[in-house]
């Protein structure tokens, strides 16, 4: 069950304060509070979805396309395109702490631009 008041769900409703570095009807990608590379980056759909099941189970093609875009032109707007990773965990095993389905996207490069 999705829990209206995680941390993800506030920034969504920008009850949190966020670093964005982009955003569209589809997600919204921002800093890392706690960076595990020069650039790591969270990108988060709009909607409530647990894990990567839950969001592709549940959402319509139109947001599933919308959301790996995202992911797709943050990267390209923080400059690091041909040159990250993506990692989803899901599941507490798996350290998933957040469950608000997102991706971090990392690289050893630096932001395009100052923050």
Known sequence: MYDTNNVF????RDELPSKRVFENEYAIAFQNIDPRAKTHVLVIPRGEY???????????AETQIGFWRAVRDTADALGINGNFRIVANT???AGQ???HFHVHLMSDEKFKTDF
């Open 9 to 12: 769900a506030k920034i969504l």
């Open 50 to 60: 647990t894990d990567v099941y839950d969001f592709t189970t549940r959402a319509n």
């Open 91 to 93: 599941g507490a095993g």
């Open 97 to 99: 702490s957040v469950f």
